[in-house]
């Protein structure tokens, strides 16, 4: 619950940022839960320091209607270890980071493996994307990169449970940047004046304005609520499907929302809701597409 209260915080600000402010602590929270005693000594202790190392939890491939589950991504026994082969988009901050949790392929199921960066045969080049710029969202390219067998984390149980805390995260990155446009366009439509009068006189803008409310205020419930499940150790894969599916949906149509009602000033850079709208498309998007 905490994360996604952090999250949602964060965003207010700004989505991008939010996400490399956030990033180490993915790391270092999938490290800390699964993580054998061993990869905590060795790893662990550098995210305790005032200089965090950059770190970042790769997911997602460059494919269309990514599904976290069936990944390209491969790792297979070779040696004293294994072998990765496969491209990893959306890291954050790639090209800063010292360590990589990958996600991978392995006898049919998807695992997650520490790599650090230094290891031979990794190659990133810049993601460019719509939204979350400030990101430093990097395309990781794996060859051929051998890595031991201690570099295994965790179980395929504990890969799902990663995927639905990561999902709750971005839920919480769009609760906060969702508030952030409905604070900025409830105080515009006040102050914007058409026809002598503000335009949150017109019925139609201010059902607008209340409906953002509305759907934020339903994405909040079924986060919060999904996030206290996993908190208590309950099963809550049914809640986090709900609370991605809602935010999805409601956070693009927020963005959407929130543009439209700044009408020709919510398309130019002079007011933040066309950055709002582009980072929030992010959200069906990652940790897998949500039409999957």
């Known amino acids: ?147 031991p067998s201690t570099a295994l984390l965790g179980t395929a149980d504990d890969f799902r449970e990663c995927v639905r805390l990561s999902r709750l995260a971005w839920a919480g990155l769009a609760l906060g940047t969702g508030k952030a446009v409905l604070d900025y366009t409830k105080e515009y439509v006040k102050t914007r004046e058409a026809f002598g009068e503000p335009i949150s006189h017109r019925q139609a803008v201010a059902f607008m304005v209340a409906n953002i409310a509305i759907e934020l205020e339903g994405m909040r419930l079924v986060t919060l609520k999904a996030a206290s499940r996993m908190e208590q150790g309950v099963d809550a894969a049914r809640e986090v499907a709900l609370s991605r599916k809602l935010v999805s949906e409601y956070g693009m149509k927020i963005g959407t929302d929130g543009v439209q009602l700044l009408g020709g000033h919510g398309f130019v850079k002079e007011h933040p809701v066309e950055r709002w709208y582009r980072d929030l498309r992010a959200i069906g998007l990652m940790e897998g597409a949500v039409l999957v």
């Open 1 to 147: 619950v905490t994360g996604v209260l952090v999250a949602e915080a964060l965003a207010y600000g700004d989505m991008g940022q939010a996400v490399a402010c956030l990033a180490p602590a993915a790391v270092a929270t999938a490290i800390s839960l699964w993580g054998t005693d061993e990869q905590q000594q060795t790893y662990l202790p550098a995210f305790t320091g005032d200089d965090v190392p950059a770190a970042a939890l790769t997911l997602a491939e460059p494919r269309p209607l990514f599904d976290p589950f069936e990944l390209e991504t491969t790792a297979r026994l070779s040696g004293d270890g294994y072998e990765l082969n496969g491209i990893k988009s959306a890291v954050v901050r790639g090209t800063e980071a010292e360590l990589f949790v990958v996600a991978a392929q392995l006898d049919g199921e998807s695992r997650l493996f520490i790599v650090e960066s230094s290891t031979e045969g990794i190659s990133l080049a810049a993601d460019p994307s719509m939204g979350l710029r400030a990101a430093g969202l990097t395309r990781l390219k794996l060859e051929k990169v051998h890595v």
